[in-house]
């Protein structure tokens, strides 16, 4: 059975101070790891999509890393508008346009 | 612009009553999921359709049912077998290898 972890569950920083999150995953093959933005009371927005083992994608303040077992959302000088929820979502080789399976997100909030 | 209408946004549900659940899109998508969204819970699979006419059972199917005569549009109907529907309902779609975009959700309370 396909899993996500991701830790930690919430994050505070201040405006300004870098951080990391973490998503652990267990999949029999990796077709692809997702990252989404979501906001209260809204529906996850798209942030970037890793396939291999050594990618990294950057848009804005954000930059994410894979590994094997592994993705990192890197977060850099961050403002307050970058409070949200980051969900990560993995999708099984061979698995077809069956679904995503979900972890539990990462509640971050930046204090100006 | 395109995209993925939910609606309504807030719906009420009375015991022993089935309530349908819209989703719309124009993005031309043959994909289309519904997920449900519960506090601490990550987003967890009810139905997928990969073709009109056709979709599939996700990990908690039990309560729901799904239509797919349109290619733009997937209604969720959640039945009165469902014994704990309050949740966040979200519909996503998606084109070939293309990631999943989502809509803006729809919150289900139990009066």
């Known amino acids: 059975e396909d899993q996500v972890t991701q830790s930690p569950e919430a994050l505070r920083l201040q405006e300004g101070e870098s951080s990391s999150l973490n998503c652990s995953y267990t999949?029999?093959?990796?077709?692809?790891l997702f990252w989404y933005r979501q906001d209260p009371g809204k529906g996850p927005e798209f942030l970037f999509t890793l396939y291999s083992a050594g990618e990294e994608k950057e848009k804005e303040r954000l930059k994410a890393t894979l590994t094997k077992k592994e993705s990192f959302l890197h977060i850099t000088a961050p403002k307050p508008e970058d409070s949200a929820t980051y969900l990560c979502a993995v999708e099984r080789e061979g698995g077809g346009a069956d679904g995503l399976t979900f972890g539990k997100g990462t509640h971050l909030i930046i204090q100006p | 612009d395109g995209g993925i209408t939910q609606s309504p946004k807030y719906l009420f549900r009375k015991e022993g009553q089935n309530v349908t659940l819209s989703c719309e899109q124009n993005l031309n998508h043959d994909a289309m999921y519904w997920y449900r969204q519960d506090p601490g819970q990550g987003l967890r699979l009810i139905y997928y359709?990969?073709?009109?006419?056709?979709?599939q059972k996700g990990d908690i199917a039990e309560g729901y049912s799904v239509s797919r005569e349109k290619k733009e549009s997937f209604p969720l109907t959640v039945t009165s077998a469902q014994k704990n529907p309050t949740a966040f309902y979200l519909c996503?779609?998606?084109?070939?290898?293309?990631?999943?975009?989502f809509g803006d959700g729809t919150r289900l309370s139990i009066l």
């Open positions: 359709s990969q073709i009109v006419n056709d979709f």
């Open positions: 999949v029999s093959g990796l077709r692809g």
């Open positions: 996503a779609s998606s084109k070939g290898a293309q990631p999943q975009h």
